[in-house]
C-alpha cells in the first residue's frame, strides 16, 4: 500500500487516541455536569458546556465509541449474513439462488430511512434494538456483490476442473473462493461502518435511540431544539462540534475503504 493510502489510516488512529484521551484521562464525565451552563470552550473544557453544564468534548469522547461500536457490530452481522448468503447463492444457485436472489432485490427496494423509523418506535429505545435494524438493511447489498463475485469465481477453469475431480464444497471454499472473496468482503463490511454511523445518529437524532446514551444524533438534537441557539454563539461549540465529529469519523472511513480498493502497483 502506497504511502498516501496510509494518510487516512493515520489520521483515523490520531482521531480514535484523541478521543480513547477524552473517556479515559480528560478530567470531566460525559454524563455530569462539570461546569456553568453554555461555557465557550477554555483550557478547562475544551469544548465549551451545554446547556446543563455537561463538557461537550466529553461527550463527544463517548460518542465515538458507542458509534463506532454500534458500526463495528453492525459490518459483523454484515460480514456474516451478506457474506454468508451471497456466496451460498453463488456457489449453490438452483432454488437457493433464486430465494435468496429474491430476498436481496426486496432489501434493496425498501426504503430504508421510513422503514427503520417505524421500527425504531415499535421495537423500543435499546442500542440492541437499533443494532439489528441496521443489520437489516445492511446485509442486502454486500450479499448482492458477494452472489456476483462468487458466480465468477466458480467459472474459471481450474474451479471447474476441482469439481469434475470431486472437489466438496468447503474445499472449493477453503481452496479457491477464500482468497478471492475474504478481501472483497471485509472492504465491504468496512463500508458498512460509516454507512451505521450516520443511520444511528439519524434515528437518535429523531429520539429513537437509547435516550441515556452519549450519542452524536442526540447531542445534535438537543442542540437544535435550544430556543435562539442559532441567534447566539453557543452553536458554534454545542453543535458544530459533535456534526464535525461525524462528518470527519464517516469521511476518514470512507477513505479508508477507497484506499484499500486502489490498486496496489
Not at 133 to 142: D, E, R, T, Y
Request: proline share 5%; with cysteine; hydrophobic share 55%.
Amino acid at each position: 500500500m502506497k504511502k498516501s493510502q496510509l494518510i487516512p489510516l493515520a489520521l483515523f488512529l490520531v482521531l480514535t487516541l484523541v478521543f480513547l484521551w477524552g473517556v479515559t484521562f480528560y478530567p470531566w464525565d460525559a454524563a455530569l455536569p462539570s461546569g456553568d451552563s453554555l461555557q465557550p470552550p477554555s483550557a478547562s473544557h475544551w469544548l465549551g458546556t451545554d446547556n446543563l453544564g455537561v463538557d461537550v468534548f466529553a461527550q463527544i469522547s463517548a460518542g465515538f465509541f458507542r458509534s463506532m461500536g454500534i458500526g463495528v457490530m453492525t459490518a459483523l452481522c454484515t460480514f456474516l449474513l451478506g457474506g454468508g448468503l451471497g456466496t451460498a447463492a453463488g456457489l449453490l444457485g438452483g432454488w437457493v439462488d433464486h430465494v435468496i436472489g429474491l430476498l436481496i432485490q426486496i432489501f434493496l427496494s425498501i426504503p430504508q430511512l421510513p422503514v427503520m423509523i417505524v421500527l425504531g418506535a415499535f421495537l423500543g429505545q435499546n442500542t440492541w434494538n437499533i443494532i439489528w435494524i441496521l443489520c437489516l438493511f445492511s446485509w442486502a447489498p454486500v450479499a448482492k456483490v458477494m452472489r456476483a463475485k462468487t458466480r465468477s469465481v466458480c467459472h474459471r477453469p481450474y474451479v471447474a476442473m476441482a469439481k469434475v475431480y470431486g472437489g466438496g464444497l468447503w474445499y472449493l471454499i477453503r481452496t479457491h473462493l477464500a482468497g478471492d472473496l475474504l478481501p472483497l468482503l471485509s472492504v465491504n463490511a468496512l463500508g458498512v461502518v460509516g454507512k451505521s454511523i450516520l443511520q444511528e445518529s439519524s434515528l437518535a437524532f429523531l429520539g429513537l435511540s437509547d435516550p441515556l446514551a452519549r450519542s452524536w444524533g442526540l447531542m445534535i438534537a438537543r442542540a437544535t431544539q435550544f430556543p435562539g441557539i442559532y441567534r447566539t454563539s453557543f452553536w458554534l461549540w454545542w453543535l458544530m462540534a459533535p456534526v464535525l465529529a461525524m462528518v470527519l469519523s464517516i469521511l476518514l472511513l470512507r477513505l479508508m475503504v477507497q484506499a484499500i480498493q486502489l490498486p496496489k502497483s
